[in-house]
Each structure stands twice: as C-alpha cells, then as structure tokens.
C-alpha cells in the first residue's frame, strides 16, 4: 500500500514533537524582519507630501503684498492728478506690467493724463505725462562738458547760470538765475559723464522773463552752470563788470550852472 504524500509544517504552527521524558514541546516563532527600502522610501514620500500641502494651505490665505497705485475715480485725458485722484491696491502683477506701474501716491501728485483711466484701472507709466517736479516750465541747454560742472551734476542739484556776451575785454557776464533746480541731464542716464564732449541740462525756469532771457543767451552768448547744491546762492542779477552809475557830464554842468 502506497502512503499519501506528507503536507510540509508551516513554521508558524509547528510544534517540536514531545520529549521522552514527557516534557511539553516548544513552540517556535520566527522572528519577524525589518522593512525592506521601498517601504521606508514611501513613507518619507508621503511625510514630505504632507508638509507640502500644509505649508500651501497655511499660506494661501496672506495674498499679495505689494500695493499698486490705481485710479479712485474715472480720470479724463489732460488731468492734473492729485492725491485725491489716486489709490493703491495689493495686487500680484506679472514682471513686465509692474515695471510701468507706481507703488507710492505722491509720485504722481501734479501728473497730467495722456490717456483716460478708469475707476480702479491701474495707473501705468504710458498713460502719464510730466510728473510731480517737472510739471512747470523748463528750458534745455546744450553744452559743454567744462560748462555743465564736468560730470559732477546730477537731477535734483541748485545751479546757478551765467551768460557771457562779447569778448576779450568787452565781455560782460551776468547771472540770470540764482538758484534753478535741474531736472534732467542728458537723455539716456541721471549722471553726466565727464568723457563726454556735451551734454544737455533741463533746468526749471518758472519766470517767464527769466525764460526770456536764458533763451537769448543760448542764441546771443555764452552759458555756463555753476553747482550751489547746498551753499547759498549769490544774488540774482549781479552783473560783470559791475555797470558804472556815474552822471552824464552834461547834467553835472546843468545842476552846476543852476546855483
């Protein structure tokens, strides 16, 4: 008779057959393993995941910080801005958009509108014309390095201009303004440079009869700018040489034959 196959012990039940002593049989457990990598990989995975979706959800709700300036009303084509114009708004504004645009109100106080604007549009370089200090009247001056402080002028500095008429002993100077502001120096950067052979100078002249006269020195004479940028100013008008006040001859003998 042929005897029926024998199943194989599972570890975990098999019993160690008794002793002849009598004694029980063990019982013995395999020990069980440490985690293998892919599961340790997981859950680094899965802990790296949810600090993720923690920190995004912790930080969805500060929004944008940095506040732009927009109009509080609808603004028409020629207006001269005020504070009152004007508002700023946190917004998130693609790179390009935001380099037109004006972060601080008072910037754009005494700013005239090229173009209308709506309630709450943004208020974007293209549709501004002159802004703050340079709404008033200027005059451009082309000159000389050597003329124009030789490099050493920036935007904001107190000049003083002079004119020269004639020449060699018949010169006359005469300053014409004692304290003009410069807006402007030449066309591409704030600062001249002192290689360079001209430059052109906006200055602020309010006056309309000092902005007669700086226009005929420009055709009829010689200009040159000297910096007073936190000195005080010498007075407006002196001239070089100093005009003679002496009496006619013929009204001295006048008022002498009289007594």
Do not use: C, H, W
Not at 65 to 74: K, M
Not at 104 to 113: H, K, N, P, R, W
Not at 150 to 175: F, H, I, K, P, W
């Amino acid at each position: 008779m042929v005897a029926p196959p024998r199943r194989p012990l599972d570890p975990a039940t098999a019993t160690a057959p008794a002793s002849s002593n009598g004694d029980s049989a063990r019982t013995v457990t395999p020990r069980r393993g440490l985690p293998g990598s892919r599961p340790v990989v997981g859950g680094l995975l899965v802990a790296a995941a949810l600090v993720g979706i923690f920190a995004a959800v912790s930080g969805a709700g500060k929004g944008p910080t940095t506040r732009y300036v927009v109009a509080a009303r609808d603004l028409r084509i020629g207006q001269v801005l005020g504070s009152d114009d004007l508002r700023t708004v946190a917004a998130d504004l693609p790179a390009d958009v935001a380099r037109g645009a004006f972060r601080d109100v008072s910037a754009l106080e005494g700013a005239v509108t090229l173009a209308p604007v709506q309630s709450g549009g943004l208020v974007q370089a293209g549709s501004i014309g002159t802004v703050g200090r340079d709404a008033q009247p200027t005059v451009e001056l082309d000159l000389p390095a050597a003329a124009a402080v030789s490099g050493e002028l920036v935007a904001g500095d107190r000049v003083e201009v002079y004119a020269t008429y004639g020449d060699n002993e018949s010169a006359t100077t005469r300053r014409l303004m004692s304290d003009a502001r410069v807006l402007r120096i030449s066309e591409a950067s704030e600062a001249l440079s002192p290689s360079s052979s001209g430059t052109k100078v906006v200055l602020a002249v309010p006056d309309a009869k000092i902005r007669l006269q700086v226009v005929n020195a420009i055709k009829a004479g010689t200009i040159v700018l000297a910096r007073v940028t936190g000195t005080r100013p010498g007075p407006q008008g002196a001239s070089y040489p100093e005009p003679t006040t002496t009496a006619p001859s013929s009204s001295r003998s006048r008022s002498g034959s009289g007594g």
